[in-house]
């Protein structure tokens, strides 16, 4: 009879232990819900003085009745990235158009120095003989900046420096623009940069030159990463 009492104790204190590992303590849950992955946006303005409200500019440096000895520009253009992530300013598509816009009638000093003044065949020269220096005008002031030990501190396009960093003063023809610069100029979004340009007609040139136009164009890219 003992042993069937012990035997029946052993029997009760297993299912008293099997009965804790059933019956867990307090515990509690939460969900999470609504996960969602959106692709960000690279969107890019360009703005000038004269602004018609589009993304695209035309006409942002005009410059009318140039002669040999003239200097000037500082026009700028205004790009902002207004989509949500951070993207990298790069130039493509530069082209440089020339045309001779001889008038028989007015211009025959023109003829004087240039052979052939025909838009199909000689072009134009202003192309082959403007100087011009395009860079990343950081403060938008139109002035090349360097601080008060001579050091360079924003980026160049055109001419390409070495160290790339716009010097005062360097300038490159116009008509040896390259077609395209990988510049991997970082560009936060919300925020805004400046391409300036400063143009110089040399006091050497000759009557070739009188009546002609140089149209420069180009595209900015945003991209997502540098290149």
């Not at 008509?175 to 400046?194: F, K, P, R």
Request: hydrophobic share 40%.
């Amino acid at each position: 009879m003992k042993r069937v009492i012990i035997s029946l104790m052993t029997i009760a204190m297993v299912t008293t232990i099997m009965g804790v590992g059933i019956y867990a303590a307090f515990y509690d849950t939460e969900t999470s819900s609504q996960n969602t992955f959106t692709a960000g946006t690279l969107n890019l303005n360009l703005t000038d003085a004269s602004d018609d409200g589009t993304e695209s500019e035309t006409a942002t440096w005009v410059f009318n009745a140039i002669v040999p000895g003239d200097s000037g520009g500082g026009a700028r253009l205004t790009i902002s990235n207004t989509g949500s992530i951070d993207g990298y300013l790069d130039l493509s598509n530069i082209t440089v158009t020339n045309a001779e816009n001889y008038d028989v009638n007015t211009d025959e000093a023109e003829a004087t120095d240039d052979a052939d003044t025909s838009d199909a065949t000689g072009g134009g020269e202003m192309g082959a003989n403007l100087l011009v220096q395009i860079w990343i005008d950081t403060d938008n002031d139109g002035t090349v900046d360097v601080d008060g030990f001579g050091n360079l501190l924003e980026e160049s396009i055109y001419p390409a420096a070495a160290i790339g960093l716009a010097d005062p003063g360097v300038t490159g023809v116009l008509d040896s623009i390259s077609a395209s610069y990988d510049l991997d100029e970082l560009l936060n979004n919300g925020v805004s940069t400046y391409i300036a340009l400063l143009y110089d007609l040399p006091s050497s040139t000759d009557n070739g030159v009188q009546g002609d136009s140089a149209t420069l164009a180009f595209t900015v890219e945003l991209d997502q990463s540098a290149d």
